[in-house]
């Protein structure tokens, strides 16, 4: 899935797009977590999962100071980051952790993007940069562990 997140002219726009973006990941990992069968797979995702739990409580804190609603769950993607997962749980573990490093494709390209936003003052570009390591950082444990199974 390609995401448009990032590409947000308005930084509020954007703050509201990456909540959204965060609760779909979240869903994603949850339904990941559920069908790992091997339990330190699962405990090295859970703790990748908080990492997405805090950027949405600093989204969230981002959102009321610009007067933005903060969403509070994911959106219609939520379907697609959560379908994945289901469909490769018929192949196992290394089929649900490919299908997760899609999913963080997509959230690697919104905060390399977001980073980059005009209109981000300095703490929060160095917000998204650090939101963007660590998800690179999910995204390339994912990967090499997926190849590695």
Request: net charge negative; aromatic share 6%; proline share 2%.
């Amino acid at each position: 899935m390609v995401t448009l997140v990032g590409t947000q002219s308005d930084i509020k726009d954007l703050v509201k797009q990456l909540l959204y973006l965060e609760h779909d990941a979240i869903a994603a990992y949850d339904s990941c977590i559920e069908r790992l069968e091997r339990k330190d797979l699962a405990h090295q995702v859970s703790l990748f999962k908080e990492e997405h739990l805090l950027h949405v409580q600093v989204l969230t804190d981002m959102a009321l100071e610009l007067g933005v609603e903060p969403p509070t769950e994911g959106d219609m993607k939520q379907l697609l980051t959560t379908g994945k997962i289901a469909i490769a749980d018929m192949m196992g573990d290394t089929a649900i952790l490919k299908a997760m490093k899609t999913n963080e494709d997509d959230t690697v390209t919104a905060y390399e993007r977001a980073a980059r936003h005009e209109d981000a003052i300095p703490a929060t570009k160095a917000f998204f940069l650090q939101a963007y390591q660590d998800e690179d950082k999910h995204r390339s444990w994912m990967e090499t562990t997926a190849r590695t199974l």
